[in-house]
């Protein structure tokens, strides 16, 4: 059973830094690349980073481009999310998700989903 | 980066169908998936890379991508059909969008 666990969600104030990570098992990490996807409070869901299975390839939504760095450690079956200059728009349930597909191309998907962490940034 | 716009709500009568459309910019020429959401959840996907179905989705789930939209179809519409449903799509920078989401109500 494939389940995707995500942690590190918090209360944080403007201007600060968060790291997020994901715990993965029952699938062969490696082969899969990654997506973190959040959504605001009462919003619909946006993109906000991927990366390859190898980890080679990371992308990023203009929205959190030089602000959110994606890593991963596929000898821990792990996904971060390192996020630095937090505002107030970055609130969000954060989910992982994986993707079959190994490199990210245009049939790129999300097949399965963790229960997601809450990031409120707020003073 | 493109951007993909759905009707906010869609009403359907059980047993009946439901269409909810996915527009943007030569979206045909891209692949779309389909995510369902229920209040408290976290999405699944229904539809994958236009027209496929994920082992465990319902038959009455379909796709369909041409021209500038995306279609998903569920036939036979269910009460616990019952959710936000939200298109996704990459777009040629390599960047994912989703769809403004549609709120689907079994009357």
């Known amino acids: 059973e494939v389940q995707l666990v995500e942690s590190g969600g918090a209360l944080v104030q403007p201007g600060g830094s968060l790291r997020l990570s994901c715990a993965a098992s029952?699938?062969?990490?490696?082969?899969?690349?990654m997506n973190w996807v959040r959504q605001a409070p009462g919003k619909g869901l946006e993109w906000v980073s991927g990366?390859?299975?190898?980890?080679?390839?990371?992308y990023y939504a203009d929205s959190v481009k030089g602000r959110f760095i994606i890593s991963r450690d596929n000898s821990k079956k792990m996904l971060y999310l390192q996020m630095n200059s937090l505002r107030a728009e970055d609130t969000a349930v954060y989910y992982c998700?994986?993707?079959?597909?190994?490199?990210?191309?245009?049939?790129?998907?999300?097949?399965?989903w963790g229960q997601g962490t809450l990031v409120t940034v707020s003073s | 980066s493109s951007e993909l716009t759905q009707p906010p709500s869609v009403s359907v009568s059980p047993g009946q169908t439901a269409s909810i459309t996915c527009s943007g910019d030569?979206?045909?020429?891209?692949?779309a998936s389909w995510y369902q959401q229920k209040p408290g959840q976290s999405p699944v996907v229904v539809i994958y890379?236009?027209?496929k179905r994920p082992s465990g989705i319902p038959e009455r789930f379909s796709g369909s991508n041409s021209g500038n939209t995306a279609t998903l179809t569920i036939s036979g519409t269910q009460a616990m059909d019952e959710a936000d449903y939200y298109c996704?799509?990459?777009?040629?920078?390599?960047?994912?969008?989703f769809g403004t989401g549609t709120k689907v109500t079994v009357l």
């Open positions: 998700a994986n993707d079959p597909t190994t490199v990210v191309t245009q049939r790129s998907y999300f097949d399965s």
């Open positions: 029952g699938f062969t990490f490696r082969s899969y690349a």
């Open positions: 990366i390859s299975g190898s980890g080679a390839g990371t």
């Open positions: 030569k979206l045909g020429d891209k692949y």
């Open positions: 890379q236009d027209t």
């Open positions: 996704q799509a990459w777009d040629s920078s390599s960047a994912c969008v």
